[in-house]
């Protein structure tokens, strides 16, 4: 195979991979077991980060924060023009408790000299009533609608608190490398819907807890741990 057609069958592939994200959302009716499976993963990878010895300012943090956004993987593949999405999963502050899981989805786009796709995974802490309120409405877009700060990682560290949200990335391993400024986030109302057996908002879930899912609380009570240091 000649060097051009190799160069040509990749840029197809890649190219593919990033419409494959923008066509994930729309593959299929979300149910019950899948929705649970998408906390259980977000589970996991929150789990990590708080056990995670680089992640002193987020334990430090964390007891500050009025909601937590966990996303276990986001897509990015890209040449030339690139883009990334996935879904995320919100728990928010009740007292001294926490409430959810609320679901969203996340994409973005982007164009430059870039080649290749990866997998990362997130976590961002909401600082700000300002944040939640974004996370309450329909769709918003971090780095306009809220401002955002990478989360500092290792000991003498430190963020702007006045940030709306401190975001953790890390794709295999190693944090940061992916930049989510201008990305939108958006309710996802099927996969709410399949998780609690019927139409549900972010206020539902989140603030008058008009609906729940007992499955949610070991989300809950990871976010509980790190706050109370038991982890």
Same mark, same amino acid.
């Given at each position: 195979? &000649?060097?051009?057609?190799?160069?040509?069958?990749?840029?197809?592939?890649?190219?593919?991979? +990033?419409?494959?994200?923008?066509?994930?959302?729309?593959?299929?009716?979300?149910?019950?077991?899948e929705t649970?499976?998408? +906390?259980?993963a977000a589970q996991a990878t929150l789990n990590n980060f708080v056990r995670d010895?680089?992640?002193?300012?987020?334990?430090?943090? +964390?007891?500050?924060?009025?909601a937590v956004l966990i996303s276990p993987q986001i897509l990015q593949a890209g040449f030339i023009?690139?883009?990334?999405?996935? &879904?995320?999963?919100?728990?928010?502050?009740?007292?001294?408790?926490?409430?959810?899981?609320?679901?969203?989805r996340i994409a973005?786009? &982007?164009?430059?000299?870039?080649?290749?796709a990866q997998a990362s995974e997130m976590v961002a802490l909401v600082m700000t009533e300002k944040g939640v309120n974004s996370?309450? &409405?329909?769709?918003?877009?971090?780095?306009?609608?809220?401002?955002?700060?990478?989360?500092p990682v290792g000991a003498g560290t430190g963020a702007p608190l006045n940030a709306d949200m401190v975001v953790y990335t890390r794709a295999k391993g190693l944090y940061g490398g992916l930049n989510l400024d201008g990305t939108v986030i958006s309710v996802?109302?099927?996969?709410?819907?399949?998780?609690?057996?019927?139409a549900a908002?972010? +206020?539902?879930?989140l603030v008058t807890h008009s609906v729940s899912n007992p499955h949610g609380q070991t989300l809950a009570r990871v976010a509980s741990n790190a706050v109370n240091g038991d982890y």
């Open positions: 195979m &000649s060097k051009a057609m190799h160069t040509m069958n990749r840029r197809t592939l890649l190219l593919g991979a +990033v419409a494959a994200l923008g066509l994930a959302a729309c593959a299929g009716q979300p149910t019950r077991d649970q499976a998408r +906390v259980d010895p680089d992640m002193r300012w987020f334990r430090e943090h +964390v007891g500050r924060a009025k023009v690139g883009g990334s999405g996935g &879904s995320a999963v919100l728990i928010a502050r009740n007292g001294d408790t926490w409430a959810g899981p609320a679901f969203y973005a786009g &982007s164009f430059g000299l870039q080649a290749g996370l309450l &409405s329909t769709t918003f877009k971090l780095g306009g609608d809220v401002s955002v700060a990478a989360g996802d109302d099927g996969r709410n819907h399949a998780y609690y057996g019927r908002t972010p +206020v539902d879930i």
